[in-house]
Nanobody
Framework: QVQLAESGGGLVQAGGSLRLSCAAS????????MGWFRQAPGKEREFVLG????????YYADSVKGRFTISRDNAKNMVYLQMNSLKPEDTAVYYC?????????????????WGQGTQVTVSS
């Protein structure tokens, strides 16, 4: 079956960095665009950034542009989220997701598969 597994979350101080990883299995990874979403307590799930099937296009939310970077390695079935200059407002559960659609999307309902999420907590 299809599985997406996030890792790399944890507790960091404001201004610090984290690198999240998402390992995919059970699917033809290169056929899917990939996205990162996050959800804070009491808030709706929001799009963070996405990457096209070959990694040639990326799409960032305004709140993270210049601080976060998405990348993928299709040979390893991996997608990454590098987070720098972290702020307390970035605290959330972060999810990776896979989308078979040919175009990048920022709506959660478009994505076909989801990981279990990993907690990122940024202290003041």
């Amino acid at each position: 079956q299809v599985q997406l597994a996030e890792s790399g979350g944890g507790l960091v101080q404001a201004g610090g960095s984290l690198r999240l990883s998402c390992a995919a299995s059970g699917l033809t990874f290169s056929s899917y665009s990939m996205g990162w979403f996050r959800q804070a307590p009491g808030k709706e799930r929001e799009f963070v950034l996405g990457i096209s099937r070959r990694g040639g296009r990326t799409y960032y939310a305004d709140s993270v542009k210049g601080r976060f970077t998405i990348s993928r390695d299709n040979a390893k079935n991996m997608v990454y989220l590098q987070m720098n200059s972290l702020k307390p407002e970035d605290t959330a559960v972060y999810y990776c997701a896979a989308d078979l659609s040919p175009s990048l999307a920022d709506r959660p309902g478009v994505y076909d598969y989801w990981g279990q999420g990993t907690q990122v907590t940024v202290s003041s």
